[in-house]
């Protein structure tokens, strides 16, 4: 049971640690001092300031199994490290996120290392500090943060942080930064805990779609009766059966942790990934790919050879660890048909808010899907005889799969259109694409024409006629999205076409859009003016929620009725790509830190903007306060319920008024 209890300590970690909201905190500021003790020895003072209730963990943790332990790289020309970097004694106590004894600091902590400099030295030395920051409730990513310290000019005192800006550069960073009232304790709406669920049925629905493919279900009986006769005893092969399908799971989820490693070097870069214009047209030159694959074309896979090498491991090692390469190899030989569902489920989860987590939740779904046939025919493998026969019925899933993987590549195409403002996949001619790739669908479907691994003389069962009658629904449905009408909104795949305001027809643009501000300076010289407050709306052009919002909440009549008339809405898109007049772009200095991030786009500037007034990166985000910055609600995040939002609308302005 040893294996057992290894593995589900790795999975409490992955959800514990990582299941974090899409907020964001700067509760730890770190700074540096260096005092002389002779000619060429220094020692370093590095000062972490935290916030209450947060803490950060100290350098020397036992085992593997707790937080990150806080570390410290010094990176310059020509200097040589005395001893470790001492840290002070620390609590050592039971902390309830990981539910052990570990040794944490709080308030103010001082780190000192002693260096020594050599003739090829050269200023400034920059500390790279990484730490872990955890409260009793949650921990937010692992993050990193640079300091640079000036050695030269100075005697005995301690030297201050010299850093690089121009008069330009403080005052930008200046006016950025809002005095917020009433700024203590914001949350981001529960709603986004609950899509994370939501990602995790459509990781598990994908995983399911997987097993029907011709390069997984056919392993399950053969698998599962290899389990079965391995061993000496039934008990045993079931016990390895079940230890197998687990290491399934996890194997799906270690995928994700690359993008955790990301997101805590920082909280914005996954953001910036997703909505980059290439990455998505590299997505849909991908997806293409995989869908002309699973046309049967020609087969993506990975060399052989790494099969091969999992599978001589898992037969050599035995035991817990035979079986744990023995899932391995079922990953990398199904990569095949499992690779394109996983380019989906990925694509899908970077162009959405939350970014890594999303992940993480996704490629869990998708991993207990596959696993669970093999942990169920374990048990009660005489229910083997009842699966149907592989066959012709899988290359008819790979066909379809191939279709809606075309529909997708169109969704990371126009997540490119949207941001750049090409103009060239208005929401017509998406939605008309569509329409031809689901007719496509439907006439294969009904054996009209075939693809290079279909039999000739296959016979169409009820099924595919089925299957067909549904798309041909479908298509129905989607017909009013390409026409100037009323009901063009297609409220059941919000999110996946762009906006309604992104139309070929004037008429649909001014009936939708709600009038609104794309500058924070512009929009609150307007509140000024009219005596309103600001409904700020931080948005982005390749934001899934964002449109789900306008087109489900914000067009019922009662909030479109406040939005359009009791308000100043400025949407500020955290993603736009369009670079800011050079004599606005500037280098920006976090508040009571070292930290700096160069700021060149708008969407640079609004997603700083949002990050450093409101302790939160995600979208969509709503805050609604009046021109002096008192906060009239606190703010949220996506919040489907319409009843729901029209409250804290109503509410908000009522405050107002007051």
């Keep these: 049971m040893n294996y057992i209890k290894k593995v589900l300590v790795f999975l409490s970690l992955i959800f514990g640690i990582f299941t974090i909201t899409a907020q964001v905190s700067n509760p730890v500021i770190w700074s540096a001092s260096a005092s002389k003790i002779t000619e060429n020895e220094y020692e370093l003072d590095i000062v972490a300031t935290i916030e209450h209730p947060w803490h950060i963990y100290s350098q020397h943790l036992e085992g593997n199994e707790g937080p990150i332990p806080t570390s410290f790289t010094f990176q310059a020309e020509g200097i040589e490290l005395k001893g470790k970097t001492i840290e002070p004694k620390g609590i050592t106590g039971y902390d309830k996120t990981f539910e052990m004894e570990i040794t944490y600091h709080e308030g103010e902590v001082h780190f000192k290392q002693k260096i020594r400099t050599l003739p090829s ?110 061993s000496g005893n039934s008990k045993a092969g079931i016990f390895k059966a079940l230890l197998y399908g687990l290491f399934i799971v996890v194997t799906y989820m270690l995928v994700s942790v690359p993008f955790h490693l990301l997101d805590s070097v920082n909280p914005d870069l996954l953001n910036n990934v997703s909505t980059n214009t290439w990455l998505n047209v590299t997505f849909f030159v991908v997806f293409i790919v995989f869908a002309i694959s699973f046309f049967g074309y020609f087969e993506i896979a990975l060399p052989s050879k790494w099969g091969n090498a999992m599978d001589v491991k898992a037969t050599s090692l035995g035991g817990g660890l035979g079986v744990f390469f023995m899932a391995l190899t079922l990953v990398l030989v199904s990569f095949s048909c499992t690779g394109p569902i996983l380019g989906s489920l990925l694509g899908g989860s970077l162009t959405n808010d939350g970014g890594a987590i999303q992940l993480t939740y996704g490629l869990s779904g998708f991993g207990l899907a596959l696993a669970l046939p093999f942990a169920f025919f374990a048990l009660f493998p005489n229910l083997l005889k009842k699966l149907p026969k592989s066959g012709g019925w899988m290359t008819t899933v790979k066909v379809v799969l191939g279709f809606i993987e075309i529909a997708f590549a169109l969704k990371f195409l126009s997540n490119a259109d949207l941001v750049e403002h090409w103009g060239f ?8 694409l569509w329409i031809i790739i689901a007719l496509g669908l439907a006439v294969y479907l009904l054996g009209w024409f075939r693809f290079p691994h279909d039999s000739a003389n296959q016979k169409i069962s009820i099924t595919r006629k089925s299957l067909a009658l549904i798309v041909i629904v479908f298509v129905i449905y989607l017909v009013p999205g390409v026409l100037k009408t009323k009901e063009a909104n297609l409220k059941l795949l919000s999110g996946f076409p762009p906006p309604m305001v992104y139309s070929i027809y004037p008429e649909q643009v ?19 003016k009219s005596n309103k407050p600001l409904l700020i709306d931080f948005t982005g052009w390749a934001c899934v929620n964002c449109r789900k919002m306008e087109e489900h909440v914000w067009s019922v009549p009662n909030i479109k009725k ?30 009571g830190s070292n930290s700096t991030k160069k700021i060149k786009t708008i969407g640079d500037k609004w997603a700083t903007f949002q990050t450093i007034n409101f302790k939160n990166n995600s979208q969509p985000y709503y805050v609604l306060m009046d021109t002096n910055f008192n906060l009239l609600q606190k703010p949220i995040g996506n919040t489907p319920n319409a009843e729901k939002y029209y409250q804290w609308l109503k509410d908000g302005i009522q405050g107002f008024k007051k």
């Design 121 to 230: 030295f050269k200023n400034p030395i920059n500390i790279v500090t990484f730490s872990m920051v955890c409260n009793d409730e949650a921990c937010l990513p692992p993050e990193e943060k640079e300091i640079l310290v000036n050695l030269s000019g100075f005697g005995e005192a301690s030297t201050n942080i010299v850093v690089d800006l121009t008069e330009k550069d403080a005052l930008l960073s200046k006016e950025l930064t809002l005095d917020i009232k009433s700024s203590q304790g914001f949350e981001i709406s529960k709603t986004a805990s609950k899509s994370l669920w939501n990602l995790f049925f459509l990781g598990f629905i994908g995983g399911f779609i997987a097993l029907l493919t011709p390069c997984v279900f056919p392993m399950i009986p053969l698998t599962v009766s290899f389990f079965s006769q391995s």
């Design 510 to 528: 001014k009936h939708f859009k709600a009038h609104s501000f794309t500058n924070f300076e512009e929009g609150l010289l307007e509140a000024k």
């Design 562 to 591: 406040i939005i359009d008339n009791d308000v100043v809405l400025i949407s500020l898109y955290v993603d736009d790509r369009k670079p800011l007049p050079k004599e606005k772009q500037f280098v920006f200095k976090y508040p």
């Design 425 to 432: 996949l208005k929401r017509e001619i998406f939605v008309g």
